[in-house]
């Protein structure tokens, strides 16, 4: 009998048919939420209660009963309790011989115990069948619908029928089911929902000591050096002219190193001459952590936009412009026009424009709803292709930015050079070697590596 739950109205069931009966274990916020998504999908549910006389907040037409008597009444028997009041179940373990046990608990912090929570289980239950399932659900999503979270069940199991039967119930609720095979995998599974952002560590880390570093020696450059040797007060730049400084240079940064580990790691397939030896943990890692990094760089370009736009409204620059104009009215003198100087500043602003666009058009296409809408070919091609045009787009607006002084020896503070020099570092080493990789010897090669040939092979 196959089932197919509608999230927004419960399923009345055909007379002629006989509902599956599922037990649930435990009151709580998530058997309540549980016990109510089934009913809608169909099923009849059975609560098992210490207290079944005491519990008034169930879903209607559920049956609260003692957990001797609810165990009886079906063959699988979802754990909706904590690990530490698992003892009782060793008082049924002759009525919970050969029946389904469902786990799906949590811990409060990794590596709490030495085994897994269904691997517990089964060691006070050995006759029952444990399943590890439901613990990445929440009992929100379950009350919202499966379009408003996460849709995605880790199931793991020993017993392979068992472990069928919770999938089907997944199925069945509107979820989809993620076989991770046997018990051991549970660990490994209980510790998703403990996991707090894995895969976005490294990047907020990298990005926050790229900000604290170019921050500080923009500080060094822009305020203690005019103080030092000017005697100026130019504090107030750390508000609005340092940060719209640190923004940019961190987001090109960042937007370099999402492409820097793919150039690594030809390089290394063209040195090692095959593509079936594993790649550094470092390097799988810093490619895992790619989309992240960036999604940070344009949340970093969208600052860089948004302080760029204040600029106009700041004191210091309304101040600055009333004063020169009032100077050349007094001294009657105009600053003559210069063309070269208008081409500089349209061609940094266009740049900026269209790199920004394109940044922007590879943030919205790394979004799930919309890379799903795509074929492999045209994802790589929006990621690869026009990333690359994004990274050398926003490495020509920080060049013309540059412009006559980008290696003038009076722009030079302390024998420091501006931000935006060391902001090119990374881009402009990228893109050297990206050229070099494509140059058709090279290329050639490459292809052939990444389509299984071996530079050592016998065959």
Not at 134 to 143: E, K, P, V, Y
Not at 164 to 192: C, F, H, W
Not at 204 to 232: G, H, N, Q
């Amino acid at each position: 009998m196959e089932k197919t739950c509608i999230d927004a109205l419960p399923l009345t069931m055909n007379s002629s048919e006989k509902q599956e009966i599922i037990c649930i274990f435990g009151t709580g916020d998530f058997g309540r939420s549980l016990g109510l998504k089934m009913l809608q999908c169909g099923y009849s549910i059975v609560f098992g209660s210490r207290n079944p006389q005491k519990n008034n907040l169930l879903p209607n037409g559920a049956e609260v009963l003692s957990y001797s008597e609810a165990a009886k009444k079906s063959d699988i028997i979802i754990i909706a309790i904590h690990r530490e009041h698992y003892d009782f179940l060793t008082e049924l373990t002759e009525v919970l011989n050969g029946k389904i046990l469902v786990d799906i608990s949590n811990n409060l912090k990794i590596n709490q115990y030495p085994e897994s929570n269904a691997e517990y289980l089964a060691q006070l239950v050995p006759g029952a069948h444990v399943v590890k399932a439901f613990n990445t659900i929440s009992a929100w999503a379950l009350q919202s619908g499966a379009l408003d979270a996460s849709r995605q069940v880790f199931v793991c199991g020993n017993d392979s029928k068992a472990k069928q039967r919770v999938m089907d119930i997944v199925r069945n609720l509107g979820l989809t089911p993620m076989d991770q095979g046997s018990l051991t995998a549970a660990k490994e599974i209980e510790k998703y929902p403990l996991q707090l952002f894995p895969m976005w560590r490294f990047p907020f880390y990298l990005s926050a000591v790229l900000c604290i570093f170019l921050f500080f020696y923009c500080v060094i450059r822009d305020v203690i050096y005019p103080y030092v040797y000017e005697k100026k007060d130019n504090t107030f730049r750390m508000a609005i002219s340092i940060p719209n400084r640190v923004f940019p240079i961190t987001a090109l940064t960042l937007l370099a190193l999402v492409y820097l580990p793919g150039v690594i790691a030809a390089i290394l397939q063209l040195y090692r001459g095959t593509k079936y030896r594993r790649f550094p943990d470092w390097l799988d890692h810093w490619m895992l952590c790619r989309k992240q990094l960036g999604l940070l760089a344009l949340g970093f370009a969208f600052l860089h936009v948004l302080y760029t736009l204040v600029i106009p409204i700041r004191y210091y620059v309304r101040w600055r412009l009333g004063n020169l104009t009032v100077t050349q009215a007094i001294l009657k003198k105009e600053n003559p026009f210069s063309t070269s100087s208008a081409w500089l500043s349209d061609s940094y602003v266009a740049l900026g424009i269209l790199g920004f666009f394109l940044f922007v058009l590879l943030g919205i296409t790394s979004l799930p709803s919309v890379s799903n809408a795509v074929n492999w070919r045209e994802f790589r091609f929006v990621q690869s292709k026009l990333g690359y045009l994004t990274l050398i787009l926003c490495t020509a607006h920080t060049l013309v930015y540059g412009g006559k002084r980008f290696l003038s020896p009076s722009n030079l503070k302390w024998y420091l050079p501006a931000a935006y020099v060391l902001g090119l570092i990374i881009p402009c080493t990228v893109l050297v070697i990206k050229f070099v990789l494509i140059m058709p010897c090279v290329d050639n090669t490459l292809t052939r590596i990444r389509q299984g040939w071996e530079r050592n092979s016998k065959h």
